[in-house]
């Protein structure tokens, strides 16, 4: 006997258990069942044909009318009499709980805490024990399992009716999983339960739905299947507006058939739960779940002394901690993770014992000791970090605060908020919970090495200077990590960096999750399963860019990564910072929706898959009133004149960087930078004759600064002059008058603060080893 797939696994098991909570069969037998399918032996002849009709389900022909629907209904009853539970989960709101707090080391263990119930809690429902090579998790799994049964149902235990193969899939904070139909309501009660109790206050939710096994393959079906809207229907209806919200939009009949079959797949019930996740979210009411219309509040008082946040009541005052902080029980559990993660110490501090609260932190494992771990595995990554195992070889501590991360880079620090474009349209097109799990893999591989990548070729460990707090741990002279990590969770992406190296960071985070995607990039012991390629050459790829260096036709990756960049100072506080970096991605993915245009010859539309980058220096706190947007509109456009350029591509942005080393390579004096950059305002003209004079004058330098921004940026669309330093965008076939663009302020805002030394940039061929 063949082994199974993990899915076919998941379903056999959910069969041979039954409808009920108690098992139809032996406990030990239905064991024996899952190992013989994990080993490809024969099962127990009792569960024979259900694991026969399994093997069936994915060969099953796709039934051109209802007639024949009915007859597979018939010819296969297992699959159609029979039902599974389907669950989806996870925390909502998360940067509100890790954001509500202004400290490192509070927003570090709030991350932790939530990576730690994602990551370990939640798969160790299903009796996975996380693998590391720095713990053992064998008793935190087991405690989450006494847990779970203690909580819910053990008449069996409830953790004995879930299996590892269950897990479709369990990254970026979500869970979706197989369960026995019977223990649907128990385990999203479970998940939700979880969440709350260890962290007190975080938002999470999760539903759960019962399908018939055929629903898996075929989507949603009527208990009448005679009822059930099918293709000889849809192809007489399919015009109708209704129909058309929801299986799109036919531009030709011949592809009917098609788009009928592409949306009545397992992607069926998925989207039922996540439209049921959002209606929970909301606070609609669930049958026979507990409410989740009332979220977790604690209690104030005018007169009793609030802790940090200024959020909660304290219940103690920590004198051995830096500050002497007055913390909430909340708080206090975000501090202890946040210590953990920090020194990866399991021994419990004295000032929380002191607390006598019982809440244990766990197995904290930080993002930090993960990059260390692949640094360690790969040799080429760890000597650009390293500098050549100079730095490797002397303790490297961790910043304890944001003002310590910001010494080591002019009082300046960046918010990198990343998250992955076109992932619901390629989802859409997911057939099977298979190619679920594989897109999960990949996304999450992508994702991880991606940011490993970029940190280690454009940052080392740092000297630290300035330091005044005498109880700091971390004195003047010692080296430290430049950056944290605050999440790494599926496509999304949440660091904290020096300002100096921000903007290249985010540009190879933008490029290496193509290039893995693609297999430019290979990692030792990560397969990428997917197909991610467009199929069709980008062709004119100059028609997404505003340079004018030309760019070869090439493969565009169906997925990509944009990111918002907030480049400020170190005591802007988080919460203001965290939004406007959440605008400025938000800004970034818009423009990249925007990036298309249509090919007359061949008749089609041709979009950009790319990347984008928004970024924002903001100097002073005061700066923006309201929002990025609005101040864009109000204090940077007059007229025709956009005196910015944000967004930017990919390609646009490594151009971008080009142009201010080029500037900063010329020594072009600053005084006349600034002139030049006020002199914007009074027109195209001005502000071109001030550039042109003021560049003629440089003593070095004039022919780097031609190539790399006057020629590439600025040249004239109606002649074969530049314009410098605007850029001209010519509205054709239109009435509407050409516009003018500039990056010079943008560059001039990023001289003193982003730096060009020890940057190094990964090899097409690399091959990487995972951890």
């Not at 975080?202 to 096994?213: D, Q």
């Not at 799109?248 to 592409?262: A, Y």
């Not at 006598?356 to 930080?366: F, P, T």
């Not at 004079?693 to 940026?713: M, S, T």
Request: hydrophobic residues 35%; neutral net charge; glycine residues 4%.
């Amino acid at each position: 006997m063949d082994k199974m797939s993990s899915i076919s696994i998941a379903i056999a098991w959910c069969l041979a258990w039954g409808d009920e909570k108690k098992p139809q069969h032996d406990l030990s037998v239905l064991q024996k069942m899952h190992q013989a399918l994990m080993t490809g032996e024969e099962v127990p002849e009792e569960f024979q044909a259900l694991v026969d009709a399994v093997k069936q389900l994915d060969n099953l022909p796709f039934p051109k009318t209802v007639d024949e629907l009915e007859n597979l209904t018939k010819q296969y009853p297992i699959l159609w009499e029979s039902k599974i539970g389907l669950i989806y989960g996870g925390a909502t709101k998360i940067k509100q709980y890790v954001f509500e707090e202004s400290k490192l080391p509070d927003i570090r263990g709030a991350s932790g805490l939530l990576d730690r119930i994602n990551l370990v809690d939640l798969p160790a429902f299903f009796n996975v024990i996380t693998e590391s090579p720095f713990h053992n998790y064998n008793f935190q799994c087991a405690k989450v399992r006494r847990w779970l049964n203690d909580n819910f149902y053990n008449e069996p235990n409830l953790s004995e009716a879930l299996i590892p193969e269950l897990i479709i899939y369990s990254t970026g904070g979500n869970i979706l999983a197989f369960c026995p139909i019977a223990f649907v309501d128990d385990l999203a009660n479970a998940i939700e339960k979880r969440y709350t109790e260890e962290t007190l206050t975080a938002n999470s939710c999760a539903v759960g739905e019962r399908f018939r096994i055929l629903e898996t393959r075929f989507g949603l079906l009527k208990d009448n299947i005679l009822e059930t809207f099918w293709l000889e229907k849809y192809q007489k209806e399919y015009q109708n507006t209704i129909v058309e919200a929801y299986f799109g939009e036919i531009g030709n009949f011949s592809e009917i058939e098609n788009t009928f079959e592409k949306h009545k797949t397992f992607n069926e019930l998925s989207t039922k739960l996540a439209i049921r996740f959002n209606q929970r979210r909301s606070g609609n009411e669930s049958e026979n779940r507990p409410t989740r219309r009332y979220p977790p509040t604690f209690e104030t008082h005018p007169y009793l002394k609030r802790d940090e946040g200024d959020k909660r009541s304290a219940i103690t005052h920590i004198n051995e901690l830096t500050g002497q902080p007055y913390l909430s029980e909340t708080l206090i559990r975000k501090r202890r993770v946040g210590d953990r993660a920090k020194t990866g110490i399991s021994e419990t501090p004295k000032w929380y014992q002191d607390t006598r609260l019982k809440w244990e932190a766990g197995i904290i494992e930080s993002w930090l000791d993960k990059f260390e771990y692949f640094l360690a595995k790969n040799s080429e990554q760890s000597h650009a970090y390293y500098e050549n195992n100079s730095a490797q070889k002397k303790e490297i501590k961790i910043p304890q605060s944001l003002t310590q991360l910001s010494k080591v880079s002019q009082g300046y620090i960046a918010y990198i908020y990343a998250d992955g474009n076109n992932m619901g349209g390629f989802i859409q097109n997911i057939r099977t919970p298979e190619k679920y799990q594989e897109f999960s893999k990949d996304v999450e591989n992508a994702t991880k090495y991606a940011v490993y990548q970029a940190l280690a070729y454009n940052l080392h460990p740092r000297e630290i200077k300035g330091i005044t707090e005498p109880e700091s741990k971390i004195q003047d002279g010692d080296l430290i990590h430049p950056f944290e990590i605050i999440t790494i969770g599926g496509d999304d992406i949440l660091l904290i960096v020096p300002a100096d190296k921000s903007l290249q960071i985010a540009q190879m985070i933008g490029e290496q999750f193509e290039n893995i995607l693609l297999g430019k990039v290979k990692i030792s012991g990560v397969t990428i399963k997917g197909n991610y390629k467009v199929e069709e050459k980008l062709s004119e790829p100059n028609k997404f860019h505003r340079f004018s260096e030309k760019i070869s036709e090439h493969y565009q990756c169906k997925l990509s990564m944009s990111s918002g960049v907030l480049i400020t100072a170190y005591n802007t506080p988080i919460y203001y910072a965290e939004k406007l970096t959440t605008q400025l991605l938000k800004s970034a993915k818009k423009y990249a929706k925007t990036l298309k245009y249509t090919d007359e010859q061949k008749q089609k539309e041709i979009t950009y898959y790319g990347g984008t980058v928004d970024f924002f220096t903001m100097k002073s706190v005061t700066m923006i009133s309201s929002n990025i947007e609005d101040f864009r509109k109000q204090a940077l456009n007059i007229d025709r004149l956009k005196l910015y350029a944000a967004p930017y591509t990919i390609p646009e942005l490594d151009k971008f960087l080009k142009s201010i080393h080029a500037l900063k390579e010329a020594d072009f004096p600053k005084s006349q930078l600034y002139q030049v950059r006020s002199l914007l305002k009074q027109g195209r003209r001005t502000a071109s004759l001030n550039y042109y004079y003021f560049r003629h004058r440089l003593k070095k330098g004039q022919d780097a600064l031609k190539a790399n921004f006057e020629d590439i940026w600025c040249p004239a669309k109606t002649n074969k002059g530049n314009i410098a330093p605007w850029m001209c965008e010519i509205k054709e076939n239109t009435m509407e008058e050409s516009k003018y663009e500039t990056i010079w302020r943008e560059m001039v805002d990023l001289y003193d603060l982003i730096d060009f030394s020890d940057t190094k940039s990964p090899q097409p061929s690399i091959k990487e080893t995972a951890p």
